[in-house]
């Protein structure tokens, strides 16, 4: 890697006001090569530093956020939960109310990556992490997300890639937490370098290829995640998150879903479901919803809900697969959590 500066403000203000870009923006360019005059914040770092040491950042400075107190608590507000982007994957995986009342987001960070990477990484940077396509990481590939003009997993090795949503990119987003946080309509809050704050939905914060092909979400040079708000659920509220890897091993997956329905006298009065590993950005599977909502719930219902979470699907030339496993995965999911 090359040398860099480094600086560790006390305040989020400060540090919105040191950054000068995102790290998506400083992949970008028309002649493949990165920014070399980027200022970039950095958390756990995981994400940062494998693109720093495959030549893919080469930033001038680094903005450390790990000395900026108060990003690392779980605070209880208003029956839900109000948590730091600097609280670790194993943090949040051990919270008793994280486990008991918000479980899916438990089991996904939980069972993320390794228990060494655990204790590091943070809920910030899982959310932010670029996406682990392996023509975006290519020094030798300058595909479209990096300012190219092809998207070379269309044509090329596209096992892992999306099944969803896919028009003009074939990514699949990263973060098995941000699927089950797009579960419990979760918020989060950004701040930015005037200490001006805004509020958006996890949902509506990650974006598709066809609104943005040059980055996941809409967080703007100098604005920092400060929060991630989980509302108060409700009492009949079951939720439970599933992945299937590869191997047993601490590897992206490459399928993931997480469910959560509110069961009353055994009608299912709400339901969300959404696909990790699946789509550019968390896919909701919204015809499943639709057929589990106001329903009693039974194997053959959620049979039916399971198959209705392909609906939209457009499998690529080697990933037709994860069909298959999208819908054992949801069937399993729904049994349980209605079980539960």
Not at 91 to 98: D, G, R, S
Not at 171 to 176: E, N
Not at 217 to 225: D, F, P, R, W
């Amino acid at each position: 890697m090359h040398a860099f500066e480094w600086m560790s403000p006390q305040g989020i203000e400060s540090a919105a006001r040191a950054a000068t870009t995102t790290v998506a923006a400083a992949m970008v360019s028309e002649r493949g090569e990165p920014d070399d005059e980027a200022a970039l914040l950095k958390a756990g770092g995981i994400d940062l530093l494998d693109l720093m040491k495959e030549g893919l950042l080469r930033p001038r400075r680094l903005i450390n956020l790990r000395d900026i107190a108060g990003l690392e608590r779980i605070e209880e507000v208003d029956g839900g939960l109000r948590i730091g982007p600097n609280v670790t994957l194993s943090q949040l995986a051990a919270h008793e109310q994280v486990r008991m009342r918000f479980r899916a987001l438990a089991e996904a960070a939980g069972t993320s990556a390794s228990p060494q990477i655990r204790h590091l990484a943070t809920l910030g940077g899982n959310l932010l992490q670029r996406p682990r396509c392996w023509y975006l990481r290519s020094r030798a590939h300058h595909c479209t997300r990096k300012g190219g003009d092809t998207c070379f997993a269309f044509d090329g090795e596209n096992q892992y890639h999306a099944i969803f949503d896919h028009k003009g990119c074939a990514i699949v987003h990263p973060s098995t937490c941000a699927t089950a946080l797009v579960a419990f309509d979760a918020r989060l809050e950004i701040t930015g370098p005037a200490g001006t704050r805004r509020g958006v939905s996890v949902e509506d914060f990650f974006l598709l290829p066809e609104a943005d092909v040059h980055r996941e979400n809409t967080l703007a040079a100098g604005e920092i995640v400060t929060a991630i708000w989980l509302p108060a659920p409700p009492e009949t509220a079951r939720s439970l998150h599933v992945k299937h890897c590869q191997t047993e091993s601490f590897d992206w997956p490459l399928a993931d879903a997480a469910v959560m329905l509110e069961v009353a006298d055994g009608i299912c009065r709400k339901a969300a479901i959404v696909l990790g590993a699946a789509a550019p950005a968390p896919h909701r599977a919204r015809a499943a919803e639709a057929a589990l909502t106001g329903q009693r719930l039974g194997e053959a219902l959620i049979r039916t809900a399971a198959r209705a979470a392909l609906q939209g699907a457009a499998p690529l030339s080697k990933n037709g697969y994860k069909l298959v496993i999208f819908e054992t995965l949801v069937r399993r999911a729904l049994l349980a959590a209605a079980a539960s």
